[in-house]
């Protein structure tokens, strides 16, 4: 009940509401983009709560819990039209969807409470995977009689398919011009999965932004690719190039800025653990907060 949220118009559609508190925002009293994903974040676990199916876990089922599996995101895009800021009251509803066969797609929207404006939107893919031997899992039948009939299979996704991030530029030592080595987590970051949190990937990402262009530009999207999870003993490094300079174009700094990104282990193995793309805008547009 102390959540808060609710179905929307008797639906399976889970509305929230959020005050932006003083410390989720920046000098500029803007919300920063992490601060959003962790509003996406807490919304989904309680839509699952009110949905009477969780389990004990990071948004995993009861039988998902009984068959030792768990969540995990593959993909997600969130797009930012105005950064919320404080102390502006947003709304957030989200719901679920299939994707594929063996899939689960969560789309978010967040608006303006007392406007109805669009501020963000987001979408992402899921699939199973064995707690214990970190395999990924077809959705078993039991799993399968929980989550299907709360989709909403008939309700528009919160992105077009023409608006779907196209695939994401692999980057290496020859490609990468920024790069941010000897990048640790601590336990603080792990999630109830044994997981490095999304937030610390993102974190990841946009150490490795110029400076320089972040003081110019807004973050105006983000696109992520996980490959693979990321524990607390793993050193990261992170790579960036601005896609243009990828593709051998000349930049148009009337366009908006496009940056593809590389998250991998920093051993012998280079693993990938995330790809990423940005899209920026200049802070000078009008949509820039």
Known sequence: QLRQGGFVDNSLMYRQIFVVRSYEVGPDRLMSIREIFSLFQETALNHVQLLGIAGDGFGATRAMNRLGLIWVVTKMKVEVNRYPVWPEVVEIDTWVAHAGKNGMQRD?????????????????????????????????DEVRAEIVPCFMDDYPSSFREDEESPRITKLDNTTAENRRSHLKSTTADLDMNQHVNNLKYINWVLDSVPVEHMEK????????????????????????????DIQGNDSDPSRPCEYVHLLRKQDSSNQEILRGMTKWRRRSDPLNC
């Open 108 to 140: 978010w929207i967040m608006r303006s409470y007392q406007t109805d404006e669009v501020l963000a939107r987001a979408t992402s893919t899921w699939c199973m995977m064995d707690g214990v031997t970190r395999r990924l899992s077809k959705i078993p």
């Open 217 to 244: 530009h807004v973050l105006a999207s983000i696109s992520l690719e996980y490959r693979r999870e990321c524990h607390s003993t793993d050193v990261v490094e992170s790579l960036t190039n601005s896609k243009m």
